[in-house]
Structures are given as C-alpha cells and as structure tokens.
C-alpha cells in the first residue's frame, strides 16, 4: 500500500521560509515522479511543483518561481518543498502526490499524501 506523510507545514510570517517534507512508501520511489498541490479554502487545488524521477527536471507554476524549490532524496524516499519569500496568498494546505508523470495536472497522480497546513502571516 502507498502511503505518503507530508511534514513541516506551520505558521509563519510573511517573508519567512518553511520546508516541507513527503516520505513515501509502498511503492519503488525512485521510479516515480512527484508533485506538489496546494489548496486554499473555498478554493481548487491548484499545482505548484513537480519533479521528475531522476530529480533531472523540475516545473513550477508561475506564483511560486524563484521563490520555491522542489527536491528528491531517492535514498530516503522522500520529497521536498523549500518555500522561501512567503506570502499570506501561500496559506493553504500542501499535499504531495506520486505518478507516472512530472505533470500539473492533478488527475496524472495516482496516490496522495493527507496534506499539512501552511499559513503566512502578513
């Protein structure tokens, strides 16, 4: 069974940073790409990062870039999310997904992580 934690969500103020964290198990990690969703309340998820299997490609959605920076550890089965220069419209719940794919869109993941909630202060 796949199962995947998201860690390291919080509060914090504007202009600060946090990073996230998504360990996976139950499936071969390295062999799967990885994303990062966001949803704010009364909102749909949107993307916000992928990151290819090898770690080699990496897309971002255009709110975030320059600011946040996705990663992979394949040793550890783990995903990251570096978010620096927060800004009050981040504050959303962070889910991390697995596909096949690097891709933005939601339906190209197949499993998915409980999320973890970050908020941004102004």
């Known amino acids: 069974q796949v199962q995947l934690v998201e860690s390291g969500g919080g509060l914090v103020q504007a202009g600060g940073s946090l990073r996230l964290s998504c360990a996976a198990s139950?499936?071969?990690?390295?062999?799967?790409?990885m994303g990062w969703f966001r949803q704010a309340p009364g909102k749909e998820r949107e993307f916000v990062a992928a990151?290819?299997?090898?770690?080699?490609?990496?897309s971002y959605a255009d709110s975030v870039k320059g600011r946040f920076t996705i990663s992979r550890d394949n040793a550890k089965n783990t995903v990251y999310l570096q978010m620096n220069g927060l800004k009050p419209e981040d504050t959303a719940v962070y889910y991390c997904?697995?596909?096949?794919?690097?891709?933005?869109?939601?339906?190209?993941?197949?499993?998915w992580g409980q999320g973890t909630q970050v908020t941004v202060s102004s």
């Open positions: 139950g499936r071969t990690f390295s062999s799967y790409a």
């Open positions: 990151i290819s299997w090898s770690g080699g490609s990496t």
């Open positions: 997904a697995t596909g096949s794919g690097r891709s933005a869109r939601p339906g190209n993941y197949d499993y």
